[in-house]
């Protein structure tokens, strides 16, 4: 019955084949003008191709919650951790550190190494994007406080070491969701170290 069911299914087709397809470009032409007809098609107001297309187009966002400061620490060691972290929407939890500027912070855990005696700080950089202009964030009122974050992961060279690769979180405030929302003040975790 299987070989049946594949044959009225068109199945194994050319499109499970490993083989090599030069691409030409008579063929390119046709690829274009298949580009063109799917276009005409999205812009049809009468069908529902144009909500599949944006759902295909702009998947829904994925929020990483709760991301630990050991993962984000490891994400820049390697190209293909800089490539599945950047641009993905986090949130982190940390201790909230910060000076006078409403616009760059840190967040600070400690990493146990055998006690709590030899703990070390880690520490990320956090950052509001520079193109917003609104309300401020109220850094007094997180000072040394545990605070939940919210942000896009990015990564840029290291002040330290020209050859590293820096995690930063880049926090982008809108009218709906300004910086005080963006970085939520939360109880102290049962665990405090970073893991």
Known sequence: ??????????????????????????????????????AGLLASPDSPAPLLAAS???????????????????AGFTADGRQ?????????????????DSSRFSLVRYKMNCCAADAI??????KVSPSWTGERLDVKARQQKWVKV??????????RNPGEMVPTLMLFPSKDNPPNDLVEIVDRPPNPYAG
């Open 150 to 159: 919210t942000g896009r992961i990015f990564f840029s060279p290291g002040e």
């Open 84 to 100: 599945f972290y950047s641009g993905k929407q986090v949130t982190i939890i940390g201790m909230f550190v910060s000076s006078s």
């Open 121 to 126: 700080p880690l520490n990320a950089v956090i």
């Open 1 to 38: 019955m299987l070989p049946i069911v594949l044959f009225m299914l068109n199945l194994p087709n050319n499109g499970f084949s490993a083989r090599y397809n030069d691409v030409g470009s008579r063929d390119l032409y046709f690829e274009e003008k298949r580009a063109t007809t799917v």
């Open 56 to 74: 295909l187009l702009a998947p829904p966002e994925v929020i990483l919650q709760d991301l630990s400061f050991s993962e984000l620490e490891k």
